[in-house]
């Protein structure tokens, strides 16, 4: 079992900035690729970002530019950077993982507990 815990989130005024942190834990897996998803009030979840584990990286076209995400493999933690925050990246921001089990050769994905980020002055 992998157990995801984000952090990080709060409130930002606009143009402001801010970094938010999702760490696995637990045993006989390995880590594939970890992203970023967010979910606004009445909207779908969206994908915003995602890193595989060689380092491959896709953006949202709305955050190209604003958004950084990163991973720290030795402490199985994907980072996101988010510069020039703007009110619309307010929601919820979920992280997502994806593990190889190394005894049952199966894969899984895990979804964190979520995060609020709130973009407003």
């Known amino acids: 079992q992998v157990q995801l815990v984000a952090s990080g989130g709060g409130l930002v005024q606009p143009v402001g900035s801010l970094r938010i942190s999702c760490a696995a834990s637990?045993?006989?897996?390995?880590?594939?690729?970890m992203g970023w998803y967010r979910q606004a009030p009445g909207k779908q979840r969206e994908l915003v970002a995602v890193?595989?584990?060689?380092?491959?990286?896709n953006y949202a076209d709305s955050v190209k530019g604003r958004f950084t995400i990163s991973r720290d493999n030795a402490k199985n933690t994907v980072y996101l950077q988010m510069n020039s925050l703007k009110p619309e990246d307010t929601a919820v921001y979920y992280c997502n993982v994806n593990v190889l089990y190394s005894y049952t050769y199966a894969y899984r994905d895990y979804w964190g507990q979520g995060t609020q980020v709130t973009v407003s002055s």
């Open positions: 890193i595989t584990n060689g380092g491959t990286i």
């Open positions: 637990g045993s006989g897996f390995r880590l594939n690729t």
